[in-house]
């Protein structure tokens, strides 16, 4: 539709002129702003650039050579009292591979060739440096190490061959001082770059501001030109899309306005139109999910019921079971010890099935008894040392650990937030199964170290044992599961399902990865103590804190 002017509302040319002549102000004020707004920018970006770049970088370079000057000339008083070659480590630290102290490196130095008294100081610093290090510190270096051993006879021989301690001490304070002034001079470049950007910003700033307010009056004029053809028109359609909005979709919206406003009206009512059409779909959709979520939910609570009742009946069922099985292995226990041997050989190895089978079942049942205790203790959680628990666990393995000649090592132990004995549980099955699982051909060594994470602690136990077929990592940690016959490996199948439970009581997670070289890695994270910081390192060294076997 093609827009046709009100002639009673505009003034045809003479408004036109008038907009001309206003908008070719304001164009001249915009470019003359935005031309010192540029040169600003372009001068501050500059400074910025040299203050932060080379000025910068020099005065870390300075900072960092001024504490080697001090460790370098610490360290070669050290050796020259001691003659002792450990004393020469923060030398060797500060002095690098080149031998000397780098004050300003050649991409620097070129960078700021233009500023004559930075780098008449840095030749200066540098000079005093190396006259220290060519008068006095190499020749006692060359010294000490020709010396005969023994600190008394180094000691005589110094006194004769080395450059005096005196000399020594005013060469480094001479070199030191023109390093403190050399980045004296490098720090007041910098600050006077520093303040000569200050002065382009606030030009950019004035700049920037009277952009703002050419824009501020353009804009004022242009309202006043657009209010009857745009805005008169659109304030209408969007009160009548804000009925619609409002929930009065099956109202027409007619068109407001003329030429694009018009259109527009007319592409907002098809909209509304196909709208109602999705409305009602959706109002469908919705009632179907409202049906399934329903019987969602119904499922969820049969579902939490039965895991209720099957964890009570294993509870229920383990704890009764204990008495008439306790009753069954003590009677056929007398059996075997009065009749063993009056019978036959058969009956001998009958009477010894069952009360090899009676053992078995009560293990059987103090497995599933503790996997259904947890987390039904009623103890309340506390701040534990899992030091203390490592040690008690290990002293609980001390005879499998003594008979198979194990070695175990572990990082210092951090505290968490869980409850103490399925802590202990924990450690005494993972460090039990590495044990029972070792590789026939290598005495057995069990690592068990400990990360920082931001939330939690994670432990890892290393060992290097038969492993586990990276296929069979999920199925290990399944109530009952078991990856080798009774006859290679006695046990329940519970172990790795009971330690499954207690990380996951303590808000946990457990994984396995292959160990290289062979054996196997149990990981899992537990929460750390109430209180405790975020991330951070345990220690500085993982050293090993104790080691048995």
Request: aromatic content about 6%; hydrophobic content about 45%.
């Amino acid at each position: 539709m093609t827009l046709v002017p009100d002639e009673h509302r505009f003034t045809g040319v003479s408004m036109r002129r008038r907009l001309a002549r206003l908008l070719g102000a304001v164009a001249a004020m915009l470019v003359i702003a935005l031309a010192v707004a540029v040169l600003a920018l372009i001068q501050s970006r500059g400074l910025d650039a040299r203050a932060d770049g080379p000025y910068y970088r020099a005065l870390v370079d300075g900072e960092r050579a001024a504490l080697a000057l001090s460790d370098a000339d610490a360290s070669l008083r050290a050796y020259r009292a001691t003659c002792d070659d450990a004393a020469l480590e923060p030398w060797t630290r500060a002095v690098g591979s080149s031998g000397r102290i780098t004050l300003l490196s050649d991409v620097e130095r070129r960078e700021l060739a233009g500023d004559a008294e930075v780098i008449l100081a840095h030749e200066e610093a540098a000079r005093r440096t190396t006259a220290w290090f060519e008068q006095y510190a190499e020749p006692v270096l060359r010294a000490v190490q020709a010396a005969p051993a023994g600190q008394a006879a180094c000691n005589a021989a110094l006194a004769d061959t080395a450059p005096p301690a005196a000399q020594g001490e005013a060469l480094y304070e001479s070199a030191r001082t023109a390093v403190v002034g050399y980045l004296a001079e490098l720090g007041a470049q910098r600050d006077e770059i520093v303040a000569t950007r200050a002065v382009w910003e606030n030009l950019l700033l004035g700049a920037v501001a009277t952009l703002v307010l050419v824009v501020v009056l353009m804009g004022t004029m242009m309202w006043l030109a657009l209010e009857g053809w745009v805005i008169r028109p659109l304030t209408e359609l969007t009160a009548a899309v804000r009925v619609v909005s409002s929930g009065g979709i099956r109202r027409e919206i007619r068109p407001a306005g003329t030429g694009e406003v018009a259109l527009l009206a007319m592409h907002v009512e098809t909209m509304r139109r196909d709208l109602v059409h999705q409305v009602e779909e959706i109002r469908l959709s919705h009632q179907e999910v409202e049906n399934a979520h329903t019987l969602l939910s119904e499922k969820t609570r049969e579902l939490e019921r039965s895991n209720r009742d099957l964890e009570q009946f294993a509870y229920v069922a383990s704890h009764d079971l204990q008495e008439p099985l306790r009753k069954v292995a003590s009677f056929t226990q007398l059996l075997q010890k009065r009749y063993g041997g009056a019978l036959d050989s058969r009956a001998d190895q009958y009477i010894e099935f069952a009360v090899d089978g009676a053992k078995r079942m009560q293990g059987l049942i103090q497995d599933l008894l503790s996997f259904s205790r947890v987390g039904r203790t009623g103890v309340a959680r506390e701040d534990v040392d899992l030091e203390g628990v490592l040690t008690a666990a290990l002293s609980e393995l001390s005879d499998r650990i003594t008979e198979t000649g194990a070695e175990i090592e572990h990082d210092p132990m951090p505290e968490v937030h869980g409850e103490r004995a399925l802590l202990q549980q924990l450690f005494v099955n993972l460090v039990g199964n590495s044990l029972k699982f070792r590789d026939p051909e290598r005495p057995p060594v069990v690592r068990i170290e400990v990360r920082s994470m931001r939330a939690h602690w994670e432990i890892s136990v290393v060992d290097n044992g038969i492993g586990i077929d990276a296929q069979y990592a999920e199925r290990v940690f399944v109530i009952f599961q078991r990856l080798h016959s009774r006859e290679q490996y006695a046990g329940s199948g519970i172990g790795l399902s009971l330690v499954k439970r207690i990380v996951e009581y303590h808000k946990g997670r457990i994984w396995i990865e292959p160990a290289a070289g062979g054996g196997t890695i149990v990981r899992f994270t537990l929460a750390r103590r109430q209180g405790q910081p975020g991330a951070g390192r345990l220690s500085t060294e993982r050293a090993q804190s104790t080691t048995l076997g």
